[in-house]
């Protein structure tokens, strides 16, 4: 008797295993599906940059000298309401296919619209005929942006600075534009998971933001630079030919976009020290560039020693000859091939 209850025992127990399984299956699926956006803080762009305004950044030494970030909400912030979603519809034609290709000494841009008899138009852009260095500001506007137009009002040089969504900035919005330095975009929420899964879903994105600073600015910018460059690896997990299809239907719905040749790599924490961003730019140069492309950013309480390494950056930039312009429609972009 007790042999036979031995064997029917067996069964619940194998139950309980298979049932605990599949929880876990199902556990680590949907864990997997989640979007890093806001999740990590040092390995921009993971973080959500759109919403760094709203929290603080303290630096903390865990065990062994391991550095980490313990961040609360700013309870200073307002909650001013974002402006009318409206489906993320714009009057921007759909994605369609062009191709860039050199001819002679410039480049040419092919561009068609989306009619069933599209009219071919063409954009020649101009070579520096000088050393020439763009500086250039991801993710702003911020609580920093006005601290860097202060630097580079000091210094008489104007630089560019592709925006994303913020609320309560419409200020800092307007003092790029009004102050004469070049307003890119960069993209609305800067949300892989929402911008990388489908043509459709990015161009809902970037539809929004170029809208957003038209209305504000009066700029109808076309200069725009993707979400970790057009080289990024993390829309893959998302879309592994999105990057393909977006490189040739930006140009096609009259967009140039933009990469980077030097980075100061102060996206690679939090508050770098300034000295570094420094010595990053100068090894860049030293590499002796004709045009430079270099990257920095502007977002908030997590980068003001960009603010602090600027003025010597653009002595050091200075130094080595080049003359220090703001991207315009024209420029020939710098684009990652790779």
């Not at 138009?121 to 609580?143: C, N, Q, V, W």
């Not at 979400?227 to 990024?232: A, C, E, L, V």
């Not at 000295?275 to 590499?287: H, I, M, T």
């Not at 502007?298 to 653009?314: F, H, N, Q, Y």
């Amino acid at each position: 008797m007790s042999r036979k209850s031995g064997k029917y025992t067996f069964i619940p127990v194998l139950l309980t295993f298979v049932i605990l399984g599949l929880v876990l299956a199902a556990t680590l699926f949907f864990v997997s599906d989640i979007p890093t956006n806001g999740f990590a803080v040092n390995g921009d762009p993971a973080f959500d940059h759109s919403k760094e305004n709203e929290f603080d950044f303290v630096e903390s030494e865990g065990k062994n000298g391991v550095k980490y970030y313990v961040i609360t909400r700013n309870s200073t912030q307002s909650t001013t309401a974002q402006p009318e979603d409206n489906g993320g519809q714009s009057s921007t034609s759909t994605p369609t296919v062009a191709a860039t290709h050199s001819v002679n000494n410039s480049t040419t841009e092919t561009t068609s619209s989306s009619s069933a008899e599209p009219a071919a138009t063409t954009r020649t852009f101009k070579k520096a005929e000088e050393k020439t260095a763009y500086l250039t500001f991801d993710d702003g506007p911020s609580i920093n942006t006005e601290k860097l137009l202060d630097v580079l009002d000091e210094y008489g040089v104007k630089a560019t600075f592709f925006v994303i969504y913020h609320k309560n900035m419409e200020d800092k919005y307007k003092a790029i534009a009004e102050r004469g330095h070049t307003i890119a975009l960069h993209s609305y929420t800067h949300t892989y998971s929402k911008i990388y899964r489908t043509e459709k879903g990015y161009y809902q994105d970037l539809n929004k933001i170029h809208d957003y600073v038209e209305k504000l600015t009066g700029v109808d910018s076309k200069i725009i630079r993707f979400p970790g460059g057009s080289s990024n690896t993390v829309s893959r997990k998302y879309n592994k030919t999105i990057m393909k299809k977006l490189k040739k239907s930006v140009t096609q719905n009259g967009y140039v976009y933009h990469d980077w040749n030097i980075d100061s790599t102060d996206a690679s924490g939090i508050n770098r020290d300034p000295d570094l961003l420094v010595e990053n730019v100068k090894a860049g140069l030293e590499k002796k560039k004709f045009v430079v492309d270099i990257l920095m950013h502007d977002t908030g309480k997590s980068k003001t020693t960009t603010v602090e390494a600027l003025p010597r950056i653009i002595e050091a930039v200075q130094a080595e000859g080049y003359k220090i312009e703001p991207l315009t429609i024209d420029c020939e972009p710098i684009q990652h091939n790779w």
